[in-house]
C-alpha cells in the first residue's frame, strides 16, 4: 500500500520561504505524477503543481512564479518550494500521487496533510 | 483554466433517501476519440485528506458502496447517492483532469 507523509515547519514568516517534503514509502516512485495540492481553512481545495519522476514539473499558473517542485528518487521524496509566502498561503498542503502513469489522471493516494501557518 | 462550479453547496436529506450533486465544467472536459470524461469525484471528512471515488466520470473505485454512481459528459456530471447512509455525511469535490487539475468548490452533504 502506497502511503504518502509529508512533514514542514508549521509556522512561516510573511515573505519567507515555505519548504515542504513528501515521503513516499511502499510503493514505486517511478512513472507517476506527484503532486502538491492545497486546502486553506474552511475553503476548497486547489492544484499547486507536480513532478514527474523523469524531472519534468508543471505549475499552476496562479502561483507559477513563486513555485517550484523538485524530486530525489533516491530519498523517496518530492518537495515543494513556495517563496514570498503571505497570510493568504495558509492552508493544510496535500501531497498526493496520481492514479497512473498519465497527467491525465485523478489523485489515488494522498497523505494527511500538514498545516500551514502564515504568521509573524 | 478550467473551471468547475458545483451545485449545490449544501445538501441535506433524509437517511434512505436520494442525493444528487450536480458539477458543471467550463468546458467540454469529455474526448468523443475515446469515450472517456476526464471528470473525478472525492469525498472528504473532517480532518482527512479527499479520497478518490468516482473517475472517468462514472468508475466507482475499489471498495466504494454500489450506492454512490456518477453519470455525465462534455461539460455535466452528477454524483448520485441512492441512499444517503450516516457514513455519507462528508463534502464532496468534483475534479477535471482534462487540462491540470481544477476542483469544484465542493458540496457539503448532511443529514436532515
Known amino acids: 500500500q502506497v502511503q504518502l507523509q509529508e512533514s514542514g515547519p508549521g509556522l512561516v514568516k510573511p515573505s519567507e520561504t515555505l519548504s515542504l517534503t513528501c515521503t513516499v514509502s511502499?510503493?514505486?516512485?517511478?512513472?507517476?505524477?506527484w503532486s502538491w495540492i492545497r486546502q486553506p481553512p474552511g475553503k476548497g481545495l486547489e492544484w499547486i503543481g507536480y513532478?514527474?519522476?523523469?524531472?519534468?514539473?508543471n505549475y499552476n499558473p496562479a502561483l507559477r512564479s513563486r513555485v517550484s517542485i523538485s524530486l530525489d528518487t533516491s530519498q523517496r521524496q518530492f518537495s515543494l518550494r513556495l517563496t514570498s509566502v503571505s497570510a493568504a498561503d495558509t492552508a493544510v498542503y496535500y501531497c498526493?500521487?496520481?492514479?497512473?502513469?498519465?497527467?491525465?489522471?485523478?489523485?489515488?493516494?494522498w497523505g494527511q496533510g500538514t498545516p500551514i501557518t502564515v504568521s509573524s | 483554466d478550467i473551471v468547475m462550479t458545483q451545485s449545490p453547496d449544501s445538501l441535506a436529506v433524509s437517511l434512505g433517501e436520494r442525493a444528487a450533486i450536480n458539477c458543471k465544467s467550463s468546458?467540454?472536459?469529455?474526448?468523443?476519440?475515446?469515450?472517456?470524461?476526464?471528470l473525478a469525484w472525492y469525498q472528504q471528512k473532517p480532518e482527512q485528506p479527499p479520497k478518490l471515488f468516482i473517475s472517468w466520470a462514472s468508475t466507482r473505485e475499489s471498495g466504494v458502496p454500489d450506492r454512490f454512481s456518477g453519470s455525465g459528459s462534455e461539460t455535466d456530471f452528477t454524483l448520485t447517492i441512492t441512499s444517503l447512509q450516516p457514513e455519507d455525511v462528508a463534502l464532496y469535490y468534483c475534479?477535471?483532469?482534462?487540462?491540470?487539475?481544477?476542483f469544484g468548490q465542493g458540496t457539503k452533504v448532511e443529514v436532515k
Open positions: 513532478i514527474h519522476y523523469s524531472g519534468t514539473a
Open positions: 511502499g510503493g514505486s516512485i517511478s512513472s507517476y505524477y
Open positions: 475534479q477535471q483532469y482534462f487540462s491540470g487539475w481544477t
Open positions: 498526493a500521487r496520481s492514479k497512473s502513469s498519465s497527467s491525465r489522471s485523478p489523485f489515488d493516494f
Open positions: 468546458q467540454n472536459i469529455s474526448y468523443s476519440s475515446n469515450n472517456r470524461s476526464y
